[in-house]
Every structure is written in C-alpha cells, then in structure tokens.
C-alpha cells in the first residue's frame, strides 16, 4: 500500500449540518477511506466534526504474535517450533 496512513485524525467544518455530510461524504469518496468514528460539535455558528480514519495497518495476530492471513475464508497462520 503505497499512501502513508501514519495520521488518521481529520477535521471538517460547514455552516451547516447538511453541508459538513456533504463535505464529509465527497472527502470519503475522493480519499478512498472510511471513517472509523466522527464527532460532530458545534462552534459558535459552525459545525465542527474531528474525525478518525479506519487504520489500514492493523495486523492481525496469532495469541503467540505470528502473523496470519485468510485462505479459503479461513485464518491461517504459521505455527512456530
């Protein structure tokens, strides 16, 4: 994966709730990225919403820290010793 997803903290403000949607849903659909979880607040006479977006980094772990894939829509893994 080639784009660097070290920061995955988002910030996004409109003088209304549809338009912050709008921009929200047209950054999703530019970046290519979900939202993992938003807050929407609102500041003075803004909509503010600081948002996370869904790590693609994560790894997924045996209990013992080998790493492991899915083959035949099963979770293999590599044991050790």
Same mark, same amino acid.
């Given at each position: 994966?080639?784009?660097?997803?070290? /920061?995955?903290? =988002?910030?996004?403000?409109?003088?209304? =709730?549809? @338009?912050?949607?709008?921009?929200?849903?047209?950054?999703?659909?530019?970046? /290519?990225?979900?939202?993992?979880?938003?807050?929407?607040?609102?500041?003075?006479?803004?909509?503010?919403? *600081?948002?996370?977006?869904?790590?693609?980094?994560?790894? *997924?772990?045996?209990?013992?820290?080998?790493?492991?894939? =899915?083959?035949? /829509?099963?979770?293999?893994?590599? @044991?050790?010793?």
């Amino acid at each position: 994966m080639s784009d660097n997803n070290k /920061h995955n903290l =988002v910030y996004f403000e409109s003088r209304s =709730v549809r @338009a912050l949607y709008e921009q929200m849903d047209d950054w999703q659909k530019t970046n /290519h990225k979900r939202l993992l979880s938003v807050s929407v607040q609102k500041d003075a006479d803004m909509f503010c919403c *600081i948002a996370l977006t869904n790590p693609s980094e994560v790894t *997924i772990v045996s209990p013992s820290g080998e790493a492991v894939w =899915v083959s035949n /829509h099963s979770l293999c893994c590599v @044991a050790r010793g």
